[in-house]
């Protein structure tokens, strides 16, 4: 059974910092591509930053989060991280991590195969 637990959010100021961190289980982690999205209230789900299987060789970012987010994985450790820097009141929202072994499943379809509960991130302005 596919898990996927996500941490790190809460309350932060405008121009603050967090990093979230997404820990799977329950899967061959290095198999799988990975990625962020975020829904805020009243809003849809919208894609935020995808990382391929090996981390290093692909990443994409939504236009929004450009030189603020960095997406990051760690095999060993089966976890996915977003760093998100220089954050603002537009970026609170209920943050998911999710999986698929296909790639553009992700960054292109936001349909991946397994989400996780999502964290709440909160900017104050």
């Known amino acids: 059974q596919v898990q996927l637990v996500e941490s790190g959010g809460g309350l932060v100021q405008t121009g603050g910092s967090l990093r979230l961190s997404c820990a799977a289980s329950?899967?061959?982690?290095?198999?799988?591509?990975m990625g962020w999205f975020r829904q805020a209230p009243g809003k849809e789900r919208e894609f935020v930053a995808g990382?391929?299987?090996?981390?290093?060789?692909?990443?994409t970012y939504a236009d929004s989060v450009k030189g603020r987010f960095t997406i990051s994985r760690d095999n060993a450790k089966s976890t996915m991280y977003l760093q998100m820097n220089s954050l603002k009141p537009e970026d609170t929202a209920v943050y998911h991590c999710?999986?698929?072994?296909?790639?553009?499943?992700?960054?292109?379809?936001?349909?991946?195969?397994?989400w996780g509960q999502g964290t709440q991130v909160t900017v104050s302005s």
């Open positions: 999710a999986v698929d072994l296909n790639y553009r499943q992700i960054v292109e379809r936001s349909t991946p195969a397994y």
């Open positions: 329950g899967l061959t982690f290095s198999s799988y591509a």
């Open positions: 990382i391929t299987r090996n981390g290093g060789d692909s990443t």
